[in-house]
């Protein structure tokens, strides 16, 4: 199960953190994605994290301004972002897949398991 918040409104320029709280896997040989969906456009990949080995894959535009992390003991996975655009505007997703160790699917499609959005507003 999957459960993104933390969204909100924030000003260009300010950050913001994310939370995915995950629960029910039966391994850590499992991949969470942060995805994107703007208004009126396909969802994206954010970035991306092998829980078992720690790798991650981020998407360009994510490399200098987010960072992915993982709180063991709590099940949960943040998503901190920096220096955000209006163009982040958008609803944000995390998502699960079993894979191996170092598997870090960057495709929507790679992805099983979904939670619901979480809208993130960047406006001054």
């Known amino acids: 199960q999957l459960q993104a918040s933390g969204g909100g409104l924030v000003r260009p320029g300010g950050s913001l953190r994310l939370y995915c709280a995950a629960s029910?896997?039966?391994?850590?040989?499992?991949?969470i994605g942060w995805f994107r969906q703007a208004p009126g456009k396909g969802r994206e990949g954010v970035v991306c994290?092998?829980?078992?080995?720690?790798?991650?894959h981020y998407t360009d535009f994510a490399k200098d301004r987010f960072t992915i992390s993982r709180d063991n003991a709590k099940d949960t996975i943040f998503l901190q972002m920096g220096s955000l655009e209006p163009e982040d505007t958008a609803v944000y997703y995390c998502?699960?897949?079993?894979?191996?160790?170092?598997?870090?699917?960057?495709?929507?499609?790679?992805?099983?398991?979904w939670g619901q959005g979480t809208l993130v507003t960047v406006s001054s």
């Open positions: 994290l092998a829980v078992k080995a720690g790798r991650t």
């Open positions: 029910g896997f039966e391994s850590d040989y499992y991949a």
């Open positions: 998502a699960a897949t079993y894979g191996g160790p170092y598997y870090v699917p960057s495709l929507v499609t790679s992805y099983r398991y």
